[in-house]
């Protein structure tokens, strides 16, 4: 349970592993609330462009964070959570790829991690919360009872974003899908703060030629010790 008594699962790993679909769907089989942490990279860099912030002015970038105006409503099972800015609905504009690799160079920097620490712990209230990010068991709820470490092949990743883009009618190319999914695993991989690794204690799951149902049915399986 940890220090407050409130149950935690969290769930690290990749984008593009499954992570979204499948948090959404425990959080509400279970009845929790849900963190899209990964979200608040993405928001502290749309609000920080917004804002006219570099996306290097340490200082402005975690005024930008401490300032954030955040909420997360649930969707309907297959979409991704409604994200809220300041009352602005941002669901689309921060799922662009653009904004993905803003977020992952904002995530680099530690002092706009720690401004988001707590933010994100705040986010631990009954009965429960499931928690979605990259270093959820690591560093945010190192004492969660049940940690889950999803992941997949490059290639399935790239080919489930080429999907996901070419029914949103987005005109992409799955070589430069690829390489782009691989050059960000890399950074993020080896960045000094916070390393996307599964925790020690982390069951990882291997969601390659898994259909959501199953890699779901592994994750109640594990969200039963918790």
């Known amino acids: 349970m940890g220090e407050s008594g409130v149950p935690v699962i969290t769930v690290d790993g990749p984008g593009g592993s499954g992570k979204g679909t499948v948090t959404q769907m425990l959080a509400k089989k279970l ?23 570099a996306l290097d002015d340490e200082a402005e970038l975690i005024r930008v964070a401490a300032s954030l105006d955040v909420a997360f409503e649930p969707t309907p099972p297959g979409e991704p959570v409604k994200v809220l800015l300041g009352g602005d609905d941002v669901t689309g504009e921060i799922r662009t790829e653009s904004c993905g690799d803003n977020a992952s160079k904002v995530a680099v920097i530690q002092s706009v991690r720690d401004a988001l620490l707590q933010r994100q712990r705040d986010f631990r209230v ?30 399935e990743r790239a080919q489930r974003r080429y999907s996901q883009l070419k029914d949103a009618g987005v005109d992409v190319n799955i070589d430069a899908l690829l390489k782009e999914i691989r050059v960000r695993d890399e950074r993020d991989m ?30 109640m399986a594990a969200a039963g010790q918790a």
Request: proline share 6%.
């Open 31 to 53: 009845g929790w609330h849900l963190l899209d942490s990964g979200a608040l990279y993405r928001l502290t860099a749309l609000a920080a462009t917004r804002q006219g912030v």
């Open 126 to 155: 009954a009965p429960g919360l499931v928690a979605d990010g990259r270093d959820m068991g690591t560093v945010v709820f190192p004492d969660a009872p049940v940690k889950i470490f999803l992941t997949a092949s490059a290639e």
């Open 190 to 219: 080896n960045r000094s703060a916070a390393p996307l690794k599964p925790a020690d204690d982390a069951q990882v799951i291997d969601s390659t030629g898994l259909s959501i149902e199953e890699v779901l049915d592994r994750c």
